[in-house]
């Protein structure tokens, strides 16, 4: 047997379509309380003769030629134990009785009643509850519907199926009206509105639990309100009279009360006279909002309209509270599912203190006991441990341009640059040319006897000779060439091509990428704490994210000022290298000194300039 899937708006259609007659009542009766619980199934039961158990009502309704659901079948000694006892029974329904083959644990309930004409009968629930608050919760909304029946006791047979379908109709259209409202704001204004009219109040205001308070949320008939308005005022502290005493309260209250109804009398005389109704929305045990109900004094509230209205809020509380709670920003939702879990820890009443003072103690102690890793921090700079100079070999002019700042070039290959080279090959053509004249001169000195002359002649084109290798030595060194491979780290000289260099003027820095190292500068209240051989990660301004491992290699004994600071520059070996890395990179670098107390790592700055600012 399928259940069949059921509105609150069908559920209505229904009541208003009744004919009155006992049969049509009870099935009405028994749809609304399933929906209502909800139940997967009921029945209402009513002891025959010997042991034979009748059933008045079934829902969902049998097909025609449908077998009875198992789980009625064994619900013949539950229900006489039910009538006897004039008790609610539980008990757990195994898996052969479980409808629709579900895993989730399920339950038959048995909840005795009365019924005008009917005699004692009980109603017979099969609930699927996740755990104990669930199915408490559902016990609570199926008593409080079959409580109903019980009103309406005085009324002779049909008036009272009649009455009691009215008020059932009654309570289904407010939780109706708070359904179709998906905000919070809308859908109490709809519960006050549906209030109001079913009742034919004046006004009907709902307020909502706010710390200690009760804050007027909606008030029927009315868009807009202002808290500092003396009507609202009034009706705020007739909810808080109703919260803090946790009962209903009604002006002129009856004389066997044994409330406090002052608050409700001054609302009563003061915008009235009138008739004044209190009433307080629970869930879970616990008051989250109160309902207060006017009209004029000749109308009073009478024990009908009471349960009915009661009734109504049963039913609407849950969607109501969970609007008011969730609908809102993410900000406030979040704070107030966190105060009701540390509520249930520490205790409702000042929740925010106590978590305060347990997350204060509880500093102190991480403080004062806990440890860390100390890793003082300051700046780096990559520096190569050694580079290639390429100076300009003789004076001269800048003739051309190969490489920029930051190119790669291999050892002896790759050409960074070249002078002109145009007066040493004229200078070059006049020595050669020397030269053969002093050769000319020797020879003929030979011929004519006259050593000497020879001799002197041979000497000065040994000379011509001398600087013909020279001038071409210059010549092969006009074309600049790095003794070693790495990256460019100096020569931007696009700009100066045809400037004027000297001999032994730096034109190109060539840094091979394998002899890079960091050198840090350690403040000097810090550098008491570095030691050789200590490890630490650092990493550059470009690349944040990626993290290079280094030793400490060397501690330079004299401090420099670098920023209008004392620092000692620490030079430090890098344990991996990336191609990316370039000198003159800078970042922060942090030394890992070892464990120290929290409470000394974060207040030893302040403690050393409080030490110093006392020191006489």
Known sequence: ?????????????????????????????????????????????????????????????????????????????????????????VKPLDKRGQLHGQSAKRHIVMVPSNMVGIGRAVTAFVIAADGENTLEASLQKLQ????????????????????????????????????????FTSAAMAFCNEIASQWKCERASIGFLKGRYV????????????????????????MEECLDQDVEILSPAPG????????AEKLSQRHGPLAVLSLPLRRDGKVKAVLTLERPAEKEFSLAEIETIRLACELSTARLVDLYEYDRWIGAT???????????????????????????????????????????????????TYQQVVPAPFDGYIKNVE???????????????????????????????????????????????????????????????????LLEYQ??????????????????????????????????????????????????????????????????ASYPGQRIKFVVERINPIAEVVNQRNVFKVRVQLMERYPWMRPGMEGVARVTVGERRYVWIWTRKIVNWIRMKLWL
């Open 1 to 89: 047997m399928e259940s069949e899937n059921i509105t609150a708006s069908e559920l209505i259609e229904q009541f208003h379509k009744s004919d009155g007659s006992p049969g049509q009542f009870l099935q009405n009766l028994l749809a609304a309380q399933c929906f209502l619980g909800p139940a997967d199934g009921g029945a209402i039961l009513r002891a025959g003769q010997e042991k034979d158990v009748e059933v008045l009502a079934l829902y969902p309704q049998l097909k025609k030629s449908a077998s009875a659901p198992e789980w009625l079948a064994g619900t013949a000694g539950l229900a006489r134990e039910a009538i006897t006892s004039e008790k609610v029974v």
């Open 144 to 183: 409080l519907s079959s409580g109903m029946l019980s009103y309406s006791q005085t009324m002779p047979g049909r008036q009272n199926w009649q009455e009691s379908s009215r008020r059932l109709q009654q309570a289904m259209e407010a939780l109706s009206a708070v359904n179709r409202q998906e905000r």
């Open 215 to 238: 804050q007027l949320k909606a008030m029927s008939h009315t868009e807009d309100f202002s808290r500092k308005m003396q009507v609202v005022q009034d009706i705020e502290s007739a």
């Open 256 to 263: 066997e009360s044994a409330y406090v109804s002052r608050a």
């Open 334 to 384: 979040i704070a107030l599912r966190t105060r009701s879990f540390l509520a249930k820890l520490v205790g409702p009443k000042h929740t925010w203190t106590k978590v305060a003072a347990i997350l204060c103690f509880g500093a102190v102690l991480f403080l004062i006991f806990g440890k860390g890793q100390f890793r003082p921090k300051s700046p780096f700079v990559l520096e190569a």
């Open 403 to 469: 490489v920029e700042v930051g190119d790669l070039v291999d050892a002896g290959s790759s050409v960074l640059g070249g002078l002109d080279t145009a007066e040493l090959r004229l200078s070059l053509a006049a020595s050669k040319a020397e030269k053969a004249g002093y050769l000319k001169q020797a020879s003929a000195a030979m011929r004519d006897g006259e050593t000497a002359q020879a001799q002197i002649a041979q000497a000065n084109a040994d000379k011509a000779q001398a600087q013909i290798e």
């Open 475 to 540: 010549v092969t060194q006009a074309s600049l060439v790095s003794q070693i491979s790495g990256v460019v780290v100096k020569g931007d000289l696009k700009r100066q091509i045809g400037a004027p260099v000297k001999t032994g003027d730096v034109l190109f820095e060539v840094c091979p990428l394998e002899a890079l190292r960091a050198q840090l500068m350690v403040p000097e209240d810090e550098v008491y704490d570095i030691k050789i051989g200590q490890e630490g990660y650092l990493a550059t």
